[in-house]
């Protein structure tokens, strides 16, 4: 019985792991953006796989406003919540409390029932930039990078990769820093956090949701830290509508990509 409990666990990891070795979407982050995103992709028939650094998906949720686990969402939200069949409760004016270890747990689940596989534990450390494009990411297990073992690291080769590493953009930051692509910002690198200005940081998330550079997208606080947007603390309504914006580009850029069947 016990070699077998093994046995079943390495070969059905083994056979996740080769199935996802080539995809279409490598999303780092399993933040409120990036498992949104997974969940579209997936509903809409991508081999989508999610990267997280940590044990547990959920990024910043967990811990609603320090520490106090409820977070804030706005009205035009709730489509979303739904999706995901995660409640909330009106709390005045278009604003609704959401409880936090429910929405990142229905997140997570939300977004493997739809199909998206996710890889915990594991941290990108590096990109595959082939053909000025972004054509991957490079997987090593986060005990082996946060123990700084010199241990070489594998390879997943993607369509497309969404950064949705939160405040470091660590994506966006390597592709700068290491492949010197031109980022579509203002200044063509990372312009950096501004400091917290709700309003216009849950409009600037949203907005400057897009494709860096071939191959590359960023969502999230992500996407506020390329483009110099403000934060905005433990509202998430932006998070997750940049989710969804994100899945949309990259759907809209295959479909492009793949023309529409007998149109040529
Ligand atoms: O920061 P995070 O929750 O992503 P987000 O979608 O949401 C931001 C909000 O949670 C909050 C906020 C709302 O107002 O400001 O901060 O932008 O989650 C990012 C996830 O990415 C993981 C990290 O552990 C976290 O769970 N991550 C970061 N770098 C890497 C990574 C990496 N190199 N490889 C794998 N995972």
Redesign the pocket.
């Known amino acids: 019985m016990e070699e077998k409990i093994s046995l079943a666990i390495v070969e059905r990891f083994f056979e996740k792991l080769r199935e996802h070795l080539a995809i279409d979407v490598a999303v780092?982050?399993?933040?409120?953006?990036?498992m949104v995103a997974a969940r579209d992709l997936a509903a809409a028939g991508k081999k989508v796989a999610v990267?997280?650094?940590?044990l547990a998906?959920?990024?910043?949720?967990w811990g609603g406003g320090m520490l106090f686990n409820e977070v804030v969402v706005q009205e035009d939200s709730l489509p979303i919540l739904e999706d995901f069949g995660i409640g909330s409760r009106l709390c005045g004016e278009g604003r609704y409390t959401v409880d936090a270890v429910e929405m990142a747990a229905g997140l997570v689940f939300g977004a493997c029932r739809a199909g998206a596989v996710f890889f915990n534990a594991?941290?990108?450390?590096d990109i595959v930039f082939k053909e000025d494009r972004v054509a991957g990411v490079v997987i090593n297990w986060s005990p082996v990078t946060r123990l700084e073992m010199h241990v070489d690291p594998l390879v997943v080769t993607s369509r497309a990769v969404l950064d949705?590493?939160?405040?470091?953009s660590?994506?966006a930051a390597l592709a700068s820093r290491k492949a010197g692509i031109a980022l579509a910002t203002g200044s063509g690198g990372i312009m950096g956090e501004r400091p917290m200005w709700v309003e216009r940081?849950e409009e600037s998330t949203v907005r400057d949701t897009k494709q860096l550079c071939p191959g590359l997208y960023v969502?999230?606080?992500?996407a506020n830290n390329v483009s110099g947007g403000f934060?905005?603390?433990?509202?998430?309504g932006?998070?997750l509508k940049?989710?969804r914006k994100a899945a949309a580009l990259i759907l809209e850029e295959f479909s492009a990509s793949e023309g529409v069947p007998g149109d040529d």
């Open positions: 780092v982050g399993a933040g409120p953006s990036g990267f997280e650094r940590k998906p959920g990024g910043g949720i594991v941290s990108v450390e949705g590493t939160g405040h470091p660590e994506i940081g969502s999230g606080m992500a934060r905005m603390g433990p509202i998430f932006g998070m940049s989710g």
